[in-house]
């Protein structure tokens, strides 16, 4: 064996025992990993969210306490909120007295793609109409629609007035967060001037109306929107008891929206599929609905409205034919004394069974996948099927 042989030999020799001495260090080192380098990786990390974690800490509230516990600032550094977004919505807490978003708003808004400018926009229009500002899920829902901050807030122009009131329920958001139901709202954004508003409880609805009918704002076209059945139409059902139920993703049941808060769907999703909802289901149920209780406030709200106002029931089966009992869109036809047009569906629909004929004045029909049409429609008569406004139009043209 020559030298040179010799002195490979040996070096190979003392490569092993190297391994076999310093181990990982040696071995992963030999295989390109430096732990020098992770180490120095994790400390900085380290570093990076104690400072992090510090900054948020030292943002108070007017009166000097800490905005957010410990676990909110464990949850933004998770989910990576900027400590600047953080810092510079505190400008507001000084006309609000408050922080404006709690963490789970922030971080809410950041998983819908909310911009941060858009919601510093939203505040500044809120300070300026001496509001509180939104919750979190109505400024997600304002974005989506493409509203404009400055339009957040009714303003008035010569087009004629909607109203679009939003449910805050929405299973999966397949039946009002669509793209179809998104095209729907951003066309009558087009067409009018719109405010628009989440409803949690009938109440919303009607302190919300009443409110703009008294800063002298009148709806020409007025959109319902929720899960809805013959009987109802559901704004909000997240509550059961006191615990809150998740939105679970429903569209492999079914293709259109259904009344979740009719006790009778609650048990037989639960027998179907217990995981669906992570709390079991409760005796009382949710009650954030329109209904027939609410005949008399639907008479109310709409006693001032004007000849040919119209409304769009975008709910499920508000007119399903049922000889027994009256439906829930059969008490908006009941209130529509002064000549308004009443639309609805008298079977369960998607949003793309929507075919809109003229957006004004509001036309549509409801035309399923079976190519039936299933919209109901009730309009002010005279002399037959010619709608009354038609007959005037004429008697000011020809008389």
């Known amino acids: 064996m020559g030298l040179v042989e010799k002195l490979r030999n040996v070096s190979l020799t003392l490569g092993l025992a190297g391994s076999l001495v310093y181990g990982w260090n040696y071995s992963q080192s030999s295989h390109g990993i430096d732990l020098n380098q992770n180490s120095k990786t994790q400390i900085t990390e380290k570093l990076n969210h104690d400072s992090y974690i510090k900054k948020v800490n030292s943002i108070k509230d007017t009166s000097g306490n800490e905005v957010f516990t410990k676990e909110d600032s464990e949850s933004l550094y998770s989910n990576r909120i900027e400590i600047q977004d953080l810092i510079s919505l505190k400008e507001f807490s000084k006309d609000f007295g408050f922080y ?96 628009a508003r989440v409803m949690f409880y009938d109440t919303d609805y009607f302190q919300t109306r009443d409110k703009m009918r008294k800063e002298g704002v009148h709806f020409d076209f007025n959109l319902i929107c ?37 006790p009778p769907i609650f048990d037989h999703l639960y027998q179907l599929d217990p995981c669906l909802f992570s709390v079991p289901i409760y005796d009382s149920y949710p009650s954030q609905v329109l209904e027939f209780n609410d005949k008399s406030s639907i ?63 509001f036309d549509v029909r409801i035309i399923n996948a079976n190519h ?10 005279m002399f037959g099927d010619v709608p009354l406004k038609i007959l005037n139009n004429i008697s000011d043209k020809f008389l």
């Not at 509203?147 to 807030?153: D, G, R, S, T, V």
């Not at 615990?243 to 429903?250: G, M, V």
């Open 299 to 361: 008479l109310e709200d709409m006693k001032n409205d004007r000849y040919y106002d119209t409304y769009f029931l975008f709910s499920c089966s508000t007119f399903m034919n049922n000889r027994n009992s009256p439906t829930i869109g059969e008490v908006f036809v009941e209130s529509a004394n002064n000549g308004q047009i009443i639309y609805g569906a008298t079977e369960p629909f998607r949003s793309d069974y929507i075919d809109v004929i003229s957006y004004y004045p």
């Open 100 to 195: 404006p978003y709690r963490a789970s708003d922030l971080i809410f808004l950041e998983e819908e793609n909310v911009l941060l400018d858009y919601t510093k926009q939203s505040l500044e229009e809120t300070i300026k109409n001496s509001k509180l500002p939104f919750d979190s899920y109505s400024l997600s829902r304002f974005y989506l629609m493409g509203i404009e901050p400055k339009n957040i807030f009714f303003e008035d122009t010569p087009k004629p007035n909607a109203f679009i009131s939003l449910p805050r329920w929405d299973p999966g958001e397949i039946g009002f967060w669509n793209s179809d139901s998104i095209k729907f709202y951003k066309n009558i954004l087009k067409n009018y001037d719109v405010l």
């Open 226 to 262: 929720g899960h809805g059945s013959r009987k109802d139409i559901t704004f909000d059902a997240r509550e059961m008891g006191k615990k809150p139920i998740p939105a679970p993703d429903l569209s492999f049941l079914f293709g259109y929206g259904f009344n979740l808060a009719s």
């Open 372 to 381: 039936k049409d299933i919209t109901y429609v009730h309009k002010p008569k």
